[in-house]
């Protein structure tokens, strides 16, 4: 497994593992990519929507040659102080920001003077770039800007919102530990519920949208297939990682599979989750493997979700009324998770003797309000235009 790219150079060219390129951890890494990824083809139907008529575009004023502002002057020298404060620190100290990053950059240790001389130059940056292009009078314009042209915002609200989502979720789940040490717990860099972030980045969106006046069904429906395939993305950061997202102990294997052992089981070798019996012979930070092996679930996920994002891009054009697709979206990926779930390690609650896991009870509502809302959709397909 490889917990950051030093593992990953160490396979790759024999370099040592924990230098500095630690730092990059693959689960970020492949979340990063699985956010940029739907972002894209996000960007893209937005647009095609938007040639097929769907949106009328929002009018705003924007003003050309102004100086810079106070706001902006500030607001830039604020950035600039965080940037200093934390980033001297981090070389200063590289060893502890090697062992818990997220720990580093969410404390308040930082060096003052660094952010202080950072906080101005960023702001005199700022203040020097806009007097460059000042005019004597400024000009005032008004544009049309469509969902496609907001792609950035977007993505942040989504970003933003779904890991607040996700932070939250995986704190549900493990009460006891969050009221152990509840900043420690809230600020770590582990701890995601996926299921959170998908409600939590609906919700962020849902008031982006709505703030915007863009109409909500287009956008969800672009969304859908952008979603599943940053999922099945999402997946492969917790398998390379081994971050704990892995299925039950693996049974024996039956003399009908043809194909790869380690698809069937897989031990998770230097696992970031550090569960399991210790490497023969291993001297670096993440030594451990599981035994006995276990379903590599987060590959099966990723495999389903990659399946039916395709199917979902397939079908775009071919629902009859808007927001079908993304009921669709949540009827497969309802389905999707809650067979996984089988064979995943969990916590188990006790409902009416049914002992479901939290990702199984919210996979059946996403199931159901799914089936709901295609019925509904599919009913007013005759005075609902369709893109």
Known sequence: MYPDLS????????????????????????????????????FWELRRKKEEGLFEGEKEKVTEGAPASWAEIVTN??????????????????????????????????????????????????????????????????????PHDRIGDITIWAAVSGIIGAKVFAIIEDLPNFFNDPIGTFFSGSGLAIYGGLIGGFLGVYWYLRRHKIPFWPVADAVAPALMVAYGIGRLGCHFSGDGDWGIAAAAQPGWWFLP?????????????????????CVFTYCRHLAPAVYPTPLYETIMALL??????????????????????????GAERFLIEKIRVNIRYDVLGLHPTQAEMIAVAFFLIGAVGMFLMWRKRKVVPHG
């Open 7 to 42: 593992y990953l150079f160490h396979d790759l060219f024999g370099t040592q593992p924990d230098n500095w390129t630690s730092i990059f951890k693959t689960f970020g890494l492949l979340l990063v990519i699985s956010i940029l990824t739907a972002a894209y083809m996000l």
């Open 77 to 146: 020298g604020i950035f600039g102080f965080i940037v200093g404060f934390k980033l001297l620190y981090m070389v200063q100290h590289f060893e502890e920001f090697q062992h818990d990053a997220a720990g580093v950059l969410l404390s308040a240790k930082g060096t003052l003077w660094a952010g202080i001389v950072f906080g101005l130059a960023f702001a005199g940056m700022r203040y020097w770039e806009k007097n460059r292009k000042k005019l004597p009078k400024p000009v005032e314009k008004t544009l049309l800007i469509y």
């Open 261 to 281: 052992n380690w698809l069937w089981a897989f031990d998770y070798p230097h696992n970031v989750a550090q569960d399991g019996v210790a490497l023969a012979d």
């Open 308 to 333: 039916i994002g395709g199917f979902l891009w397939f079908m775009r054009k071919r629902l009859p009324a808007p927001g079908m697709l993304f009921f669709l979206y949540l009827i497969l990926n």
